[in-house]
């Protein structure tokens, strides 16, 4: 595609549910990062795939946070029993190779949960 | 994390003014470094990077600083438009992938 697409842009859960975001990257992109930004702040790191392994997920705040790429193009965040404290929005970003290349992102996910 | 702050600095300008924001990041062996601007509702969009056997790199209308001394980026923008209204952000490389961000500084365009 043109560029890095997520879905949903909007997600409202009730606390204690799972949600499921998705990122579509650039296709032949072989990175593909997960951030998490809260209002006014700036990114922070989640987790990093390259192709369809999982590098790093050191930035995952739980376990109930789980990311996946099984085929090494589109992924999914899962939260599970989501918190308040979960409230944010969710960035994707793709790139051709490692960090040193330019990375694009997606619009985001912006979750509240209520 | 190594992200700062709760308030968002905010820099207002006079359209067709140059525009300076600054940028303090933490790692002194970080070696590569990266602003971003991002618009509401957007995500972030890269606008120049810079490596740190550098201290300066222009682009179209944008000049990044690097002070490695003082651990200090800077991001001139020339000719500042009703465009460049936006969040801008630093970001340091680290492990060669992830990315350490600063806070993020506010710009306003004054017509």
């Known amino acids: 595609g043109a560029g890095v697409s997520q879905s949903p842009r909007y997600k409202v859960a009730k606390r204690g549910q799972d949600v499921a975001l998705r990122c579509d990257p650039i296709s032949g992109h072989v990175s593909l990062f997960w951030y998490q930004q809260a209002l006014g702040q700036g990114p922070e790191f989640l987790t990093y795939f390259q192709n369809e392994a999982q590098l790093d997920k050191s930035g995952l705040p739980s376990d109930r946070f789980f990311a996946e790429r099984p085929e090494g193009s589109v992924s999914t965040l899962k939260i599970q029993r989501t918190q308040q404290e979960d409230s944010a929005v969710y960035l994707c970003a793709s790139t051709t190779g490692g960090g040193r290349t330019e990375a694009f992102f997606g619009q985001g996910t912006r979750l509240t949960v209520v | 994390g190594e992200s700062v702050g709760l308030h968002l600095p905010t820099l207002s300008v006079q359209e067709g003014d140059n525009s300076i924001i600054n940028c303090a990041y933490s790692?002194?062996?970080?070696?590569?470094f990266i602003w971003y601007k991002q618009e509401s509702g957007k995500g972030p969009q890269f606008i120049i990077d810079?490596?740190?056997n550098m201290d300066k790199r222009q682009g179209q209308r944008v000049t990044v600083l690097l002070n490695k001394t003082v651990k200090h980026l800077s991001l001139q923008i020339a000719a500042t438009q009703p465009g460049d209204s936006a969040v801008y952000f630093c970001a340091e490389n680290i492990n060669n992938y992830q990315l350490i961000w600063g806070a993020g500084t506010k710009l306003i365009i004054k017509p």
């Open positions: 810079i490596r740190s």
């Open positions: 790692n002194s062996a970080s070696d590569y």
